[in-house]
């Protein structure tokens, strides 16, 4: 991630301008604009697990969308673009899908890892995530093929190739294969 602007005190409005204005996705730091980039493999693996999401929970338990805006770190100026977040409908005072950025503490984040990640940026939303109060983090690592869960309780799980997350509390019926959310691994010929 490149910080975009050296100007403090933006505002989520500002990040709305700034996205419309040059379509890039941004994060709003403490003020500060910071373009979010993902490469397309992280895109495609953050639209399979949004997918699977919605086939499971959606519309009796909540949503999941690829690249929201979250605010809910307790700064007006401060707002991460988790890869995928699902937000049950409990947690949305008109109990549905608002127009705008979300307002509220998501049940899940998902990072997918790109190659402009640094592991020091990926701790650092991991820790924001969970101080916030989300419940659920996952960090997809495409390269290993691999997700681990991180949970409020302070407990965490590896998932990789035929596991299959599922028996999630706050992800009622939902089941997922880990394997099943990676491009294809296509065999020379």
Known sequence: MTTVAATTGLTPEDVERASMRDGKRYELIDGHLREKIAGTESLFVASRIAER?????????????????????????????????????????????????????????????????????????????LDAGVPLVWIVNPDRRTIRVYRSDGTTHLFRGQDVI???????EFRMLTADVFPAVVSPT
């Open 53 to 129: 999401l919605n086939a499971s929970l959606y519309p009796d338990r909540g949503f999941a969308v690829v690249e929201a805006m979250v605010y809910c770190f307790g700064r007006p100026n401060h707002g991460r673009k988790p890869d995928v977040v699902f937000v049950s409908f409990d947690r949305l005072p008109a109990r549905s899908i608002p127009s705008g950025d979300l307002h509220v503490v998501p049940d899940l984040a998902v990072e997918v890892l790109s190659p402009s990640n640094t592991g020091l940026e990926v701790e650092a939303k991991l820790d924001e995530y």
């Open 166 to 172: 599922e028996n999630e509390p706050l992800l009622p």
